[in-house]
């Protein structure tokens, strides 16, 4: 039995990490990164609540496609995302 369970999908950036934003620490090795789109909340997301209490989260294998819109940026690529599906987008922020 799991807590939680959250769509990711390997992570395919290399990913630094900088203690000040100016100087690289360290390469974070991306063998053990999944990355989830997630609802964002006080405390980042809702599985991170389920972690903080100690349950399991299980991770189930997403798609690339299944995007977190946080941008106009992110309109666009969904918008062509589904253009290539042969699905009409809708423009929601008209």
Same mark, same amino acid.
């Given at each position: ?7 990711? @999908? +390997?992570?395919?950036?290399? *990913?630094? #990490?900088? %203690? /000040?934003?100016?100087?690289? &620490? ?13 609802? /964002?909340? %006080? ?5 991170? *609540?389920? %972690? ?5 989260? &299980? !991770?189930?294998?997403? $798609?690339?496609?299944?995007?977190? *819109?946080?941008? +106009? #940026?992110?309109?666009? @690529?969904?918008?062509? *995302?589904?253009? $290539?599906?042969? !699905? %009409?987008? @809708?423009?929601?922020?008209?």
């Amino acid at each position: 039995n799991y807590g939680a369970a959250v769509l990711g @999908v +390997p992570c395919k950036a290399t *990913i630094k #990490e900088s %203690e /000040d934003g100016v100087l690289v &620490k360290r390469t974070i090795p991306r063998s053990t990164l999944w990355e989830v789109a997630e609802e /964002d909340l %006080e405390v980042t997301d809702d599985v991170s *609540i389920v %972690e903080a209490l100690g349950e399991p989260v &299980k !991770m189930t294998r997403g $798609e690339y496609t299944n995007l977190k *819109i946080t941008t +106009p #940026e992110d309109m666009d @690529v969904a918008g062509a *995302i589904l253009e $290539e599906r042969g !699905m %009409e987008s @809708v423009d929601l922020l008209a």
